[in-house]
């Protein structure tokens, strides 16, 4: 058996899931990545050379996603890494927004792995991403932090279900190259890198290497893994 895999990356146009998909083209795997416009993802797709292509998915149209997969002949490794950021309160709460991230992150990410399960082989493994709101939450967070304690419940119930087929998820703190939050004013990054035990965020690679780690230890399997420098002893 060769060590190169097919890696489908399911939000895989920008930040984390596109430094993996980056990762993997450049060690000689075979890539399929995907973004919501077919055009967008084949474009990024392309800088990554010959074995990579992209497709469109909506996550948020859960309906519409088996027929987007259809396509998708083979899979080693499912990256699930989408994300449509809702700044939301129950205070003043917006339920179309809410209702949008909570379809996209827990009946879109679902849908994606049962779409996709009949092409992997017994060894195969998927990486669903969550995030640290769940545990410390931030102002406009609600909807955030609701999925991402989501994420954890699936991995446990998918890690049971789907074995042979492992399944774990990434909890990252606050990834500070990414392009979300690296366009944040300095002093706003400074705040929580004081509050960081390593003295620094993590970054895009950090969180990219975790994941490699739980799509390819055949030991690690219903584990909801926190990167983050630290950050929720502080
Ligand atoms: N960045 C962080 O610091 C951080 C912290 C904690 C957790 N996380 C989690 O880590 C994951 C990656 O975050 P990121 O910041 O790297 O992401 P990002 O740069 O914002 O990229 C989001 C990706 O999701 C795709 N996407 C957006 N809406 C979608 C939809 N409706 N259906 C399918 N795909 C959709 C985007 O593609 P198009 O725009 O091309 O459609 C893009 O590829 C997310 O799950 C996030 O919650 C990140």
Redesign the pocket.
């Known amino acids: 058996m060769t060590d190169q895999r097919t890696l489908v ?11 993996m998909a980056q990762r993997a083209a450049a060690r000689g795997d075979e890539v399929i ?5 077919a055009d ?2 084949a474009a ?1 797709a392309k800088e990554l050379g010959d074995r990579a292509r992209g497709i ?6 859960p309906g519409e996603v088996a027929g987007a997969l259809a396509g998708v002949e083979k899979v080693d490794h499912l990256v ?6 809702d700044l939301n309160t129950a205070t003043d709460y917006d339920v179309a927004r809410a209702v ?1 991230l909570v379809t ?2 827990l009946v ?1 990410y679902t849908e994606a792995v049962h779409a996709l399960l009949p092409k992997f082989g017994a060894d195969g493994a998927v990486v ?6 769940k545990d410390r939450p931030y102002p406009g967070s609600t909807t ?1 932090s609701t ?2 304690g989501g994420v954890m419940g699936m991995v446990h119930t998918l890690a049971v279900e789907l074995t042979p087929i492992r399944v774990n998820a ?7 190259d ?4 690296s366009v944040k004013p300095a002093e706003v990054l400074d705040g929580y890198i004081s509050r960081t035990p390593t003295g620094r ?2 970054t ?1 690679d950090n ?1 990219a290497d975790a994941a490699e780690f739980l799509l390819r230890n055949p030991a690690v399997n219903g584990v909801n893994l926190n990167v983050d420098g630290g950050w929720l002893l502080t």
Do not use: C, Q, Y
């Not at 669903?128 to 709101?133: D, E, I, P, R, S």
């Open positions: 990356v399911i939000g895989g146009t920008s930040g984390i899931g596109l430094r990545l995907s973004g919501r416009d967008s993802a990024v469109a998915v909506d996550l948020s149209r699930v890494a989408a994300i449509e950021r949008n996209l992150k879109g669903l991403f969550g995030g640290l709101a955030v999925v991402n990434i909890h990252p703190g606050i990834v500070g990414s392009p979300f939050w965020l993590a895009m969180i």
